[in-house]
């Protein structure tokens, strides 16, 4: 069994940075962040493709950076906006495939909210 554990989120201006972290417990494969902003579905932020490679959304692209170690996952946010308001939460599965969708993910963390004021 896979537990996720996100942390790092916040109340933050415009312009600012946050680093978010998703603590793993069991074994996790693939693994990706989603988001979910107020009114919104959630939806897809990072992940990496099977060659190991960072994959982003349009809108966080150059902003956001993802990263990986054996009992971490983290995201790097830059340069925040508005916009970048929501429950950021951590994804996993139990195989190595590369998925944007959400259905694809089995496991999930509870949510960090991330709140940009302008």
């Known amino acids: 069994q896979v537990q996720l554990v996100e942390s790092g989120g916040g109340v933050v201006k415009a312009g600012d940075s946050l680093r978010l972290s998703c603590a793993i417990s069991?074994?996790?494969?693939?693994m990706a962040w989603f988001r979910r902003a107020p009114g919104k579905e959630r939806g897809f932020v990072a992940t990496?493709?099977?060659?190991?490679r960072e994959d982003y959304a349009d809108s966080v692209k150059g902003r956001f950076t993802i990263s990986r170690d054996t009992a971490n996952m983290y995201l790097q946010m830059n340069s925040l906006i508005p916009e970048d308001t929501a429950a950021y939460y951590c994804?996993?599965?139990?195989?190595?495939?590369?998925?944007?969708?959400?259905?694809?993910?089995?496991?999930w963390g509870q949510g960090t909210q991330v709140t940009v004021s302008s």
């Open positions: 069991g074994r996790a494969y693939a």
């Open positions: 990496f493709t099977l060659t190991g």
């Open positions: 994804a996993a599965k139990d195989r190595w495939t590369y998925s944007r969708e959400e259905s694809d993910y089995a496991y």
